[in-house]
């Protein structure tokens, strides 16, 4: 890459300020507003049914070009983009009744009602409103890596500096906090089987888990070397990316399960040490050196990679305290579908408390008349970094919920192992499951495509006509392989 223009390229995504909350709440909201046009269309007239070539085109617009507009041509008015794909939703909802064809839940009563719940339906099952959430994610994430490299996506959507929020800080977050929802699931079957690996074993399986990601670290690092490829260093360092940041969770989080003994909650364990982190940032010198700092050595070359995991991991332990309370099913349930409807009415009112603590408790650390005073720095990873992650992405889960639980009420309603699976299958979209399923794959897959594009095409030279045409390609590319992928029955696990 010539001299010239990787520096005009570094000097694109450096030194950048982003933009308001309300701006990125407005541009993310797109995505439950998509999910919720989907589901009318599904439950009110069967649309995605037959999934043919008809089913996919709009399920690829509504779930994918939809997010790809919000961050490019509809960055300026965000509000217009869910008014459109909200107001045919509630015209509909409010207008059509559902679809005969729709599959109602089993009536069941008495002893064989009791005994399918106990023995049939598994205690952790498919949420489809979590796949709508991290399938969401994933395709906001795949989007925004490609499309920060065009003059089409607003520089106020890109990684900031040092202080601030933009799309692309909430979205890194973001990541981790789904990775951690996930990373419950295996706490809960050891729950459930009644049973407790030892340090050792827990602490193996999780070093064999971070082993390709750690590779795949590896692998960046030595490409964008070799490549010369333009990067922006006080991202994560010279030498650190993403990639150790995620390899190096699971061993970490392996460790603190130990503490969950003393501490029995992840949430109180995550802010305890995103308090503790913080306390260290603003009691002794290390936020001038992350910030300031020259970069003489191993350490201080790669400074705000190795110190910014203590505030993803404080995010990743957040996000598995979530998913400890939306992934099981109650173990409560009784025979009753008015008890079912108990328990999501609990699960919705304890969404959204955590949404409003973790809420409170960000504005404690930003008020300058009553609290700490602190401002948000992706950065560091710092406390009100932590914070907002967690209180964003509690918000998202409340609306895919809600949403869910509105539209298809029959998922949480079941009361038998086939009428569920086909009321999860009814409610699912294609294309956000075959994200969800391979996310890391498909994440690498996007990564690929974005420096093949970055070393073929001038992306800052481009206009607005190319730059779109491009985008929907790569959209068009990441998304039919992985829908391929779950067509096949194919998870590739990293």
């Not at 701006?23 to 999934?51: M, N």
């Not at 939809?66 to 008014?83: D, G, K």
């Not at 015209?91 to 109602?104: E, I, P, T, W």
């Not at 970055?454 to 590319?477: F, R």
Request: overall charge positive.
């Amino acid at each position: 890459m010539a001299q010239s223009y990787k520096a005009l390229k570094e000097d694109f995504v450096s030194n950048l300020t982003g933009g308001g909350v309300s701006e990125i709440y407005l541009v993310t909201a797109v995505a439950p507003a998509a999910v919720l046009l989907w589901s009318v269309l599904q439950s009110r007239q069967a649309f995605f049914l037959g999934y043919g070539g008809q089913a996919f085109a709009v399920d690829f617009l509504l779930n994918v070009v939809a997010i790809l507009l919000a961050t490019t041509l509809y960055s300026e008015a965000p509000s217009v983009l869910n008014v459109l794909l909200l107001t045919p939703a509630v015209v509909l909802y409010a207008f059509q009744s559902a679809k005969s064809s729709q599959v109602r839940a089993v009536k069941l009563n008495g002893k064989r009602a009791e005994k399918l719940v106990t023995k049939n339906l598994n205690l952790l099952p498919v949420r489809p409103f979590i796949t709508a959430y991290r399938g969401s994610m994933m395709i906001i994430t795949c989007i925004a890596i490609i499309a920060v490299d065009f003059r089409v996506f607003p520089r106020r959507f890109a990684k900031v500096e040092n202080w601030g929020t933009s799309l692309m800080d909430i979205g890194v977050g973001s990541f981790v906090f789904s990775a951690g929802v996930i990373a419950a699931r295996p706490i809960l079957q050891e729950q459930c089987a009644s049973k407790s690996l030892g340090f050792v074993t827990r602490l193996h399986g999780s070093a064999k888990h971070s082993l390709p990601l750690f590779v795949l670290g590896v692998i960046r690092l030595y490409s964008v070397k070799g490549l010369d490829y333009a990067e922006h260093v006080s991202e994560y360092g010279v030498h650190w990316n993403f990639f150790f940041t995620l390899a190096l969770l699971p061993p970490f989080v392996a460790g603190f399960q130990s503490f969950f003994k003393l501490i029995p909650s992840y949430a109180v364990l995550a802010l305890l040490l995103g308090s503790a982190y913080q306390a260290l940032l603003e009691l002794t010198s290390l936020k001038g050196y992350i910030l300031t700092a020259p970069r003489t050595d191993l350490l201080s070359k790669n400074r705000e990679g190795i110190f910014s995991f203590f505030g993803y991991l404080a995010i990743f332990l957040a996000g598995q305290a979530t998913g400890l309370y939306v992934l099981p099913r109650s173990l409560r349930m009784t025979n009753s579908s008015s008890n079912s409807a108990m328990e999501r009415q609990r699960l919705l009112v304890r969404l959204a408390s955590w949404s409003l603590v973790w809420s409170c408790l960000l504005a404690f650390t930003l008020s300058y008349n009553y609290g700490l005073a602190l401002r948000v720095s992706r950065r560091l990873a710092n406390l009100p970094y932590v914070l907002w992650v967690c209180a964003f992405n509690c918000a998202h889960i409340l609306a895919f919920c809600l949403i869910e639980t509105i539209v298809f009420p029959n998922v949480h309603r079941a009361m038998d192992v086939a009428t569920e699976k086909r009321e999860v299958d009814l409610a699912t979209s294609h294309v956000l499951q075959s994200y969800n399923r391979n996310g890391l794959a498909i994440f690498l897959l996007a990564n690929l495509m974005t420096g093949l594009i970055n070393l073929t095409v001038k992306t800052i030279d481009v206009d607005t006509g190319t730059a779109m045409a491009i985008l929907l390609g790569h959209a068009v590319m990441v998304t039919t392989v992985a829908i391929a992928l779950d067509v096949n029955g194919i998870s590739v696990k990293l």
